[in-house]
């Protein structure tokens, strides 16, 4: 049977108690990011902003573009020259999860990562492991199904039940200690590669910005006639606003 986890909702403070819960310091959090154009809604976003999670709804024009990329590739084994930690999403409606991982486990994140925590025993082992190996780790982690499960309910939305369909999923753009952008979804065979970045860059400089609103464009395209965006939401981890 495929374990299922309650779906979360892409909802800041949320996603936030979770990493928080999880071992990333409060001095992280996760904000809404309410346009990838208008430079004042973007001001209010503190600045470098270390990974994006992009919640959008899955489209058959999502399930095409996977596998037209993915089908002649093989799963990825082993982590890219920078060490990048990947993981292959099993867990079923555990997307935002996943992503909540891959944002903080990668990049200057894991700078904030407190010692003896929960994301820095995962950081370590998972660096260690092939895919498949951790497939199973994260599946057999205690830590982190309890974490998700005291969150799970907590979104301003009546939480659906694990095993229901939900046609959203997450997916994390992180800017690696090498400078380099990845998309980073479960769903598919390895970590995504984009750009090389300057060193100043952060993921919603104006290098970055491109690759997130192309994937939000083909989807959008494919949901909307009008190419809307109501069905996405974007949420930023930088400092937290005390």
Known sequence: M?????????????LTRLAVSLGLSD?????????????????????????????FPISDAYEQYRR??????PASEAAPEDGVIWLKQTIRNACGTYAVLHSTLNGPAE???????????????????TTNERVDYIENSKSLEVAHSAVASEG???????????NLHFVAFVKTKSNVLYELDGRRTGPIKLIELA????????????????????????????????????VALAEAIN
């Open 199 to 234: 060193p100043e860059d952060d993921v919603l400089s104006p290098a970055a910005i491109p690759f997130v609103k192309r994937f939000m464009d083909r989807e959008a395209e494919a949901v909307s006639p009008s190419g809307s965006y109501l069905s996405f939401s974007l």
């Open 27 to 55: 001095d992280l959090s996760f904000h809404d990011v309410y346009s990838l154009d208008d430079p004042d809604l973007l001001s209010f976003i503190p600045r470098p902003v270390f990974a994006l999670m992009l919640v």
């Open 156 to 166: 301003d939305t009546i939480a659906p039940d694990a095993n229901e369909e939900v």
């Open 111 to 129: 700078d904030y990562l407190q010692s003896n925590s929960i994301l820095a025993q995962f950081k370590a082992d998972l660096a260690l492991l």
């Open 68 to 73: 037209e990329q993915d089908d002649d590739k």
């Open 2 to 14: 495929v374990k299922a986890f309650v779906p979360l909702e892409s909802n800041p403070d949320v």
